[in-house]
């Protein structure tokens, strides 16, 4: 094998795992939505949550623990 092939496969595994992880996480929260049957102030709610960026997300997480 070259390495312009080992390199192809590393991409397209790479591209694969991202399609079917972004699938995955989509419809997970289709699943929590039906199974927690949430009200539209609730899904208001999650939708802005989700629209954040994750790292957004866990400088906010971190500000608000707090240490003995």
């Not at 795992?17 to 709610?45: C, E, N, P």
Request: aromatic share 14%; hydrophobic share 45%.
């Amino acid at each position: 094998m070259s390495w312009l092939e080992i390199f192809g496969w590393f991409l397209a595994f790479s591209i694969a795992t991202s399609f079917w992880y972004r699938k995955g996480v989509k419809h997970g929260i289709h699943h929590a939505l039906m199974l927690l049957d949430l009200d539209q102030q609730q899904i208001k709610i999650l939708n802005k949550e989700l629209k954040k960026n994750s790292l957004d997300i866990s400088k906010n997480m971190s500000s608000t623990v707090k240490y003995n």
